[in-house]
């Protein structure tokens, strides 16, 4: 039998069905056979299946050609299921060699003929990726309630179906938990420590917002430093909302003992303390008589009155310090006296106390010329202003000083680098004392790897015997016995372990062999991460330290934030949201960028 090549401008690609021979007048094969099958299912009628799908379409009918147009149509615009699945849309290029399209519509388009019964269409995927779409912009969760939305969703699909408020908030915080638990994961198998810092966000409402963000270095030396909290507190001046920002982050991302916190709160836990002291001793008159007894007992001669401050008011707080810094003999010896005093401030604390009140002193000098009535002329303020440049110039020394010695171990993990320009920086910064600061970080650096060395035995021999008590609560609290790493010589494995490092002449430790081999040749681009990866095995201990040690935030200041002169402020509609949708989609959002 031989087909009438009957075609349409559209039907220019035939080929005949399964069995018959091809006619000179056929044209050429389309590309579309690549994806169809051509078979007879009756007298006069053949119909075209999905090789995907399995889908039938009609073809020929007696001798009527359906053309190739439905069939494009199929496997182009997304219909075909499986080559949706499969991420997968095809495109022909049109006789003459002009791109066929199928999305560009007839001359004559009826209404919706871009949709066909065919299509499969997926309410779940669309409310996931409408709440992707609320995260990843900072759209408000009721733009699914917006008509302009929803009829901008319904022309591209008639069958959308708008989720309600409750609905698009659950999925924004299925998208968040899930994230999370990914995020989760990799923490769990890192092999060195997550450094934190907190930043803090207010509000036009009562309350504020402490962001804590993460920075750590996973097993394949990639960098993170994701938002892994967003702690409402009260504000201003909850004296526990720091302290319990980091108590939520610590529980919720499993991270007790394996913390090193770089975040500014250690003063105000010791400001908290003092305040502490100090409201105990002014709650009742029975506290009072025992410190003025005490007081007359020890002899101390100070006439100044306990205050407790306005925690929104510095100066207050300067004056409470300072009044309790004069009677801190009696606040060290209290609990020998008053049974109901049990605040604890060691001699460290009174220091800090005392560094603090030193600094605030030319703060608040100068402040107080701001008071003065009428308004102060410009001249009388040189003079504080100086106070305070030359005391911040030595505070910034002593800062160095004291900084300086982290960052120069941080410069020693460099290859390029290691401990030369240490000593050509300090040669020039201290002069003739540059030797002794030099050996300070030199001796830091030996003695950081004898620490690390000592956890990694003791937790290598730890998991041999099946032990999972933690390194650092071994180290910090003596809690295992020493004759568990003791042989039947009576030398223990730990102390023939850290002879090599501190007694064997003749023995190089990893971290002398490091330092001794030539600097690594500086390139433009070098990255110092892929070099401590590739490097590892060779040096396992260094490179656990320098996994550390790299991922020190050197600011505890978010990267857009640097620049700011205020504290960021939260948004009324974002304060009106519950905490958990809140965290969810700054969280989310934050994990989502640093993909």
């Not at 201290?430 to 620490?451: C, P, Q, S, T, Y």
């Not at 730890?462 to 003596?478: A, L, R």
Request: charged share 25%; with cysteine.
């Amino acid at each position: 039998m031989e087909l009438d090549a009957h075609v349409t401008p559209d039907n220019n690609d035939v080929i005949p069905y399964s069995g018959t021979q091809p006619n000179k007048r056929m044209r050429k094969k389309s590309m579309v056979w690549e994806y169809f099958t051509v078979e007879a299912v009756g007298a006069g009628c053949t119909r075209a299946y999905c090789n995907q799908c399995k889908k039938s379409f009609s073809y020929i009918t007696d001798s009527k050609l359906a053309g190739t147009s439905h069939l494009k149509r199929h496997i182009s615009m997304g219909i075909c299921q499986v080559l949706r699945e499969k991420n997968q849309q095809i495109s022909y290029p049109k006789t003459g060699g002009s791109q066929y399209n199928a999305n560009t519509p007839k001359k004559r388009p009826r209404e919706n003929s871009r949709f066909t019964t065919g299509i499969s269409f997926d309410q779940e995927r669309c409310n996931h990726d409408v709440a992707k779409m609320i995260i990843l912009h900072d759209y408000p969760l009721h733009i699914v309630k917006q008509q302009g939305f929803i009829d901008f969703l319904r022309i591209l699909q008639p069958q959308f179906n708008p989720s309600c408020l409750n609905s698009i908030e659950r999925d924004c915080i299925a998208i968040y938990l899930g994230k999370k638990q990914n995020m989760l994961n990799v923490i769990n198998v890192i092999p060195g420590q997550v450094n934190l810092t907190l930043e803090l966000w207010t509000s036009n409402q009562a309350m504020g917002y402490v962001f804590v963000r993460g920075h750590f270095i996973d097993n394949d030396w990639n960098l993170h430093r994701p938002i892994l909290n967003v702690v409402t507190v009260p504000f201003p001046g909850s004296e526990d909302s720091l302290n319990q920002t980091l108590v939520t982050c610590l529980s919720d991302w499993h991270l007790e003992g394996r913390l090193a916190a770089d975040a500014l709160w250690a003063m105000r836990e010791t400001i908290s303390k003092v305040r502490d002291s100090v409201k105990h001793v002014k709650s009742s008159e029975t506290h009072k008589e025992k410190f003025i007894d005490l007081k007359q007992h020890l002899q101390v001669p100070s006439m100044v009155n306990l205050s407790i401050d306005d925690p929104c008011k510095w100066d207050t707080t300067y004056h409470m310090l300072v009044a309790a810094c004069e009677l801190k003999e009696i606040f060290i010896c209290l609990d020998t006296t008053d049974s109901d005093y049990r605040t604890t401030l060691t001699m460290d604390d009174w220091k800090m106390v005392e560094t603090l009140c030193t600094y605030l002193k030319y703060l608040y000098d100068a402040a107080k010329i701001l008071t003065q009535q009428p308004y102060p002329t410009s001249n009388l303020f040189f003079a504080e202003v100086s106070k305070i440049q030359v005391e911040l110039t030595q505070s910034f020394d002593q800062y160095w000083r004291e900084s300086c010695i982290i960052l120069a171990i941080a410069v020693a993990m460099d290859p390029r680098h290691k401990m030369k320009l240490v000593e050509f920086t300090f040669a020039k910064t201290f002069g003739e004392n540059a030797g002794a600061w030099i050996k300070i970080v030199e001796d830091g650096l030996r003695d950081l790897f004898i620490e690390y060395s000592t956890q990694m035995f003791l937790k290598a021999t730890n998991d041999d015997d099946g032990d999972d008590i933690m390194i650092k609560e071994t180290c910090q609290e003596d809690s295992i016995d020493c004759s568990l790493f003791v042989d039947d010589d009576g030398l223990s494995d730990y102390e023939f372990y850290i002879s090599d490092f501190t007694g064997n002449p003749q023995f190089k430790s990893e971290l002398e062999e490091y330092l001794e081999e030539p600097l690594l040749t500086s390139v433009e681009e070098f990255d110092i991460l892929s070099w401590w990866r590739v490097n590892g095995l060779k040096y396992p201990t260094l490179s656990r330290i320098a996994s550390d040690i790299l991922s020190l935030p050197v600011s505890t200041l978010s990267a857009d934030s640097v620049f700011d002169t205020q504290i960021r402020k939260m948004d009324s509609y974002r304060s009106s949201l519950s905490s958990l949708t809140l965290e969810a989609l700054i969280c989310a959002k934050d994990w989502f960028q640093s993909e």
